[in-house]
C-alpha cells in the first residue's frame, strides 16, 4: 500500500509558474508508473504527464514543452514543474501510483490560473 500527499497548488497569473509535489509512503521505490492527472469542472479526468520507474515520461499535447515530471528517489517525492501556465490549465490535480497490483491516488490540490 501507498499513501500520496500533494501540495504545491494555488492561484498564479496567466504566464506564471507552479511545482506540485507528491510525497509517497512509505516508499517510492514500489511505484511503477507515477502520474498526474487533472480534472476540470465539468469534464473527465485526464493524464497530464506519467514517469515509469525507469526513468521514461509522457505528457498530454496540452502540456507538451510548458510542464516537467520529474521524481527524487531521496526524498521519495514526484513533482510537476508547470511552466507558461493557461486559464485552461485550472483544475485539481490528483497524483496517482500504479504498482504491481493496484493504483492508489492523492486527495488531489486545487491550481487556479487566473488574472
Known amino acids: 500500500q501507498v499513501q500520496l500527499v500533494e501540495s504545491g497548488g494555488g492561484l498564479v497569473q496567466p504566464g506564471g509558474s507552479l511545482r506540485l509535489s507528491c510525497a509517497a509512503s512509505?516508499?517510492?521505490?514500489?511505484?511503477?508508473?507515477a502520474g498526474w492527472y487533472r480534472q476540470a469542472p465539468g469534464k473527465q479526468r485526464e493524464l497530464v504527464a506519467a514517469?515509469?520507474?525507469?526513468?521514461?515520461?509522457n505528457y498530454a499535447d496540452s502540456v507538451k514543452g510548458r510542464f516537467t515530471i520529474y521524481r527524487d528517489n531521496a526524498k521519495n517525492t514526484v513533482y510537476l514543474q508547470m511552466n507558461s501556465l493557461k486559464p485552461e490549465d485550472t483544475a485539481v490535480y490528483y497524483c496517482?501510483?500504479?504498482?504491481?497490483?493496484?493504483?492508489?491516488w492523492g486527495q488531489g490540490t486545487q491550481v487556479t490560473v487566473s488574472s
Open positions: 514517469i515509469r520507474s525507469g526513468g521514461t515520461t
Open positions: 512509505p516508499s517510492i521505490f514500489r511505484i511503477k508508473t
Open positions: 496517482n501510483a500504479m504498482l504491481v497490483l493496484n493504483d492508489y
